[in-house]
């Protein structure tokens, strides 16, 4: 039983360039969520799904595109990147009560 | 606005010494849950509290639900450095299970 696990642990990107942040969970939650971290600014939901093939927008959706073919993965999409999109992101699954979170992914935009 | 507000933003305490960390909200949540995140790391789940007015115990860390539901305390007796690290508080306010997060508090506990 992994929890939650998160490819890449790092990446840089240029301005412009596109990237996939992995996401998977071995726990078989229905509720998958994407946050993003940044100094000062707590955690704030980008995209959460309920279940496979449900989606929905966060807090700070723009600039972000999410789906959820299976119940275990919740890829997010970065289809043009932004010095503004620096941030360490988190995936999260949630069951009746828990919420676990993975490691994370520190992404650097330049 | 931030729907839920921690204080203090920082608190850097002697090994020994006891602390009080808050959680505060205008709204009320039907659970409120605490996280504790070291460098590099993912949040992890301390608690859940779910009842107005209720205190859970984990060790020497008590949590304390308001009897409103809309704030939270979370109180570590004889602070150690293992329990350095980032406290974050999250409400559920009952739909779709969303959790808004407070911004933390980054505890340092000295020897």
């Known amino acids: 039983n992994a929890g939650v696990t998160q490819t890449p642990k790092f990446q840089v990107l240029k301005t412009g360039q596109s990237m996939t942040l992995q996401c998977a969970q071995d726990m078989n939650h229905e509720y998958m969520s994407w946050y993003r971290q940044d100094p000062g600014m707590g955690l704030r939901l980008i995209h959460y799904s309920v279940g496979a093939g449900i989606t929905d927008q966060g807090e700070v959706p723009n600039g972000y595109n999410v789906s959820r073919s299976t119940t275990e993965d919740f890829p997010l999409r970065l289809l043009s990147a932004a010095p503004s999109q620096t941030s360490v992101y988190f995936c999260?699954?949630?069951?009746?009560?828990?919420?676990?979170f993975g490691p994370g992914t520190r992404l650097t935009v330049t | 606005t931030q729907l839920l507000e921690q204080s203090p933003q920082f608190l850097s305490i002697q090994e020994g010494e006891n602390l009080t960390v808050y959680c505060n909200s205008s709204?009320?949540?039907?659970?409120l849950q605490w996280y504790r995140q070291e460098p590099g790391e993912g949040p992890v789940l301390l608690v859940t509290v779910v009842t107005g007015g209720e205190v859970k115990k984990l060790k020497r860390l008590t949590f304390q639900f308001g009897d409103a539901r809309k704030d939270s305390s979370l109180h570590i007796t004889a602070a150690q450095p293992g329990d350095t690290g980032l406290y974050l508080c999250a409400g559920d306010r009952g739909s779709n299970y969303k959790l808004t997060f407070g911004k933390g508090t980054l505890l340092t506990v000295n020897p």
């Open positions: 999260a699954s949630r069951g009746r009560g828990e919420q676990y």
């Open positions: 709204s009320v949540f039907s659970s």
